[in-house]
């Protein structure tokens, strides 16, 4: 498998001298636990008086079904990958990569709603606070874009994620909410006439409870942002502290912590989720959540400055601006750790992917572009991000399916089964009434599908070799030709009969005029997955009929391998080696496009161009001839 690019944010602590679970998991909190800044009130306006139920229904799900999923997701790929690159082991060749590039448009979706949803959220709450909202209404998309703005110029600047920041954040935020929660608790217990309104009002709308209940369980997609934060837990895994004797492969202490993580996480929300719609419902009028009032996107802050006063109230709105403002930042390090590890190496990105500054400039531009699309709302953003995030949980509930079942766990594989169903129809439901996440994760898809296309073609002959591994045969057959001329056959094996090899080599030397004393070894390659743009090259050495040397490669493109393994013999011998071929029949492009997607075609002036590209001193270039 290739090397993977860890991306320009990407860190990899040593696991012993890793973070604490509990420290990570406010890492998860800057996206997870700051959705409570518009989460109650986005389930107000799409479930209305059943908002508390239908909470409890998105809970049972988060409890019951993302949880063990990401748990196992945690399991199966523990350094950081998620659910994608799960899904990528288990497929292949162009299907596999197509797959993984429609996937990382969801995650585009995913984490850049994430920056806009959360500065639109973040201006609310400026915007909406009684000293400044007689000076700053009227000019909330401008103040989103100068947020998103500041974010870009800080990562233009140079980012880290800030573990200590975030500890501090999550925990002065998470101490502010329950304030909020216990008063608003305290009014509502202390007011019967509260909940006997609210009951009786639920009676009037739905009658029964069982109606109530299903009502319930078909608006509950509508809320599904409150599942935002498993595949950022995953994301953070590398920080996390392993055990002393932990190692790459079986990172146990890593595991453990981050399964903390995530139930921990998951807990908390969910007493947060539960609450807050309880509160919410029952204390803010439904008109207050409606488009321009007074609680919308902003909820528990309308019950902070009603309650407890303007002055803790302003400091709630500010602790929320702070959180919102990290959860982009922390969605920015993200989206930036995200492409460059997967395009590079599919050949799918432009050089700059791999660079931060460009990649900051393209992303701060299309943020902008939803903004303004948006008109800076945090409501009709809401099923754009839940799209991005149903997505991708229902990815990783397949994901874990496929492996409990290639485990053959069949309790496992038949409950994670009924996790992935849930969640296919939480995601049909969400799109079929608000398209606009498909839309937009479709102009993603499509965008990152033309432009890496568009990329490895501009690419095609560069040297996609990341390593040359030779066996101790192969080895000793390049330690004998370094003293005479290297002469090497290109052969694409038929039957690896003894008339192949004797035929071959006669017409080898009428072709090109070499003296019967020289010494010809054979090179073949085997293509493995023609999809992959840079692969490992894997060098076999065999002696086929007693005479003849044949050197055996497994590459993912026969000229790239051919290339590698000349400039390889090249610089560990101090001699150019020359490479024999024969002219292949067929038209031309039909030829290019066998070799850009198959790895195979006219193998000879390919070869030659890629050593053309990697070795500018045409006197070091080892020799391609063609006869």
């Known amino acids: 498998m290739a090397k993977q690019h860890p991306g320009p944010h990407a860190q990899a602590p040593d696991q012993q001298h890793g973070q604490r679970w509990w420290r990570v998991m406010c890492l998860t909190g800057l996206d997870y636990f700051s959705t409570l800044g518009y989460q109650p009130g986005i389930a ?71 920056i806009t ?16 909202t007689s000076v700053l209404s009227g000019h909330q998309v401008l103040i989103t874009l100068l947020l998103i703005a500041l974010l870009g110029g800080v990562f233009l600047k140079g980012f880290s994620e800030a573990i200590g920041v975030a500890v501090l954040l999550v925990a002065v935020y998470l101490a502010l909410n329950v304030v909020v929660v216990a008063v608003g608790l305290w009014h509502v217990l202390t ?20 109606v109530m209940i299903g009502v319930a369980l078909v608006v509950f997609p509508k809320l599904a942002l409150g599942l ?60 207050d959540f409606k488009a321009g009032g007074p609680a919308n996107g902003r909820a528990l802050a309308y019950l902070a400055h009603h309650y407890l006063g303007g002055a803790f109230g302003s400091v709630y709105d ?16 993200g989206l930036l750790n995200l492409m460059p590890r997967y395009l590079p190496r599919y050949g799918m990105a432009p050089h700059w992917a791999r660079a931060v500054r460009p990649m900051v400039l393209v992303l701060t531009a299309i943020a902008f572009l939803v903004t303004w699309l948006f008109d800076a709302n945090v409501d009709k953003q809401g099923g754009a991000y839940a ?4 997505v991708l949980i229902t990815s990783a509930a397949i994901a874990v399916t496929i492996a409990a079942h290639a485990a053959r766990q069949r309790n496992w594989t038949i409950g994670f089964a009924i996790i992935a169903a849930v969640f296919l129809y939480t995601t049909a439901v969400n799109i079929a009434e608000r398209p606009d996440g498909v839309k937009i994760g479709a102009c993603f898809i499509a965008a990152i599908v033309l432009v890496s296309l568009a990329s490895r073609l501009a690419r095609a002959f560069e040297l996609r070799v990341t390593d040359v591994q030779l066996d101790e045969v192969a080895e000793r057959f390049v330690r004998d030709t370094a003293h005479r001329t290297i002469r090497f056959i290109a052969n694409e094996p038929a039957g690896r009969d003894l008339a192949e090899y004797r035929d071959k080599v006669h017409q080898i030397r009428a072709d090109n005029d070499i003296p019967v004393e020289d010494d010809l070894v054979f090179v073949e390659v085997t293509v493995l997955d023609p999809s992959d743009f840079e692969a490992e090259l894997k060098v076999r050495g065999e002696v086929l009929h007693d005479r003849y040397r044949v050197l055996t490669l497994e590459h993912s493109s026969v000229p790239n391998a051919l290339a590698a393994i000349l400039l390889h013999v090249r610089d560990t011998t101090g001699q150019l080696p020359h490479i024999y071929f024969e002219w292949t029949e067929g038209n031309p492009f039909a ?16 070869t030659r161009e890629v050593l053309r590209e990697a070795e500018s001193d045409r006197s070091r270039r080892p020799r391609v001839h063609v006869g």
């Open 117 to 132: 949803l959360s500065a639109a959220d973040a201006t609310a709450h400026l915007v909406e606070n009684p000293h400044l």
């Open 191 to 210: 007011a019967p006439s509260v909940i006997t309104d609210w009951t009786h009002a639920l009676s009037l709308e739905h009658g029964n409870p069982l």
């Open 44 to 114: 107000a306006l799409a479930a209305g008086l059943l908002s508390p139920i239908a909470t409890i229904v998105l809970v049972a799900v988060t409890l019951l079904g993302a949880l063990p999923v990401y748990r196992r997701v945690a399991q199966e790929s523990p350094h950081g990958e998620g659910s994608i690159a799960m899904l990528e082991r288990l497929l292949s060749f162009w299907k596999g990569k197509l797959f993984v590039l429609a996937l990382l448009g969801f995650a585009a979706t995913d984490f850049l709603i994430t």
């Open 228 to 287: 935002s934060g498993f595949e950022t837990g995953v994301a953070v895994m590398p920080h996390i502290e392993g055990d002393p004797d932990d190692t790459e492969e079986r990172p146990t202490g890593r595991i453990r912590g981050a399964r903390k993580l995530l139930t921990t996480a998951a807990v908390i929300m969910s007493c947060f989720l539960i609450t807050t719609s309880f509160i919410t419902t029952l204390l803010i009028p439904a008109d």
């Open 591 to 606: 030829q290019f496009l066998r070799f850009f997607l198959f790895g195979q075609g006219e193998v000879a002036p390919v």
């Open 387 to 390: 799209t991005g995030v149903l």
């Open 318 to 333: 500010l602790s929320t601006i702070a959180i919102l403002w990290f959860a982009g930042a922390s969605a920015m390090a």
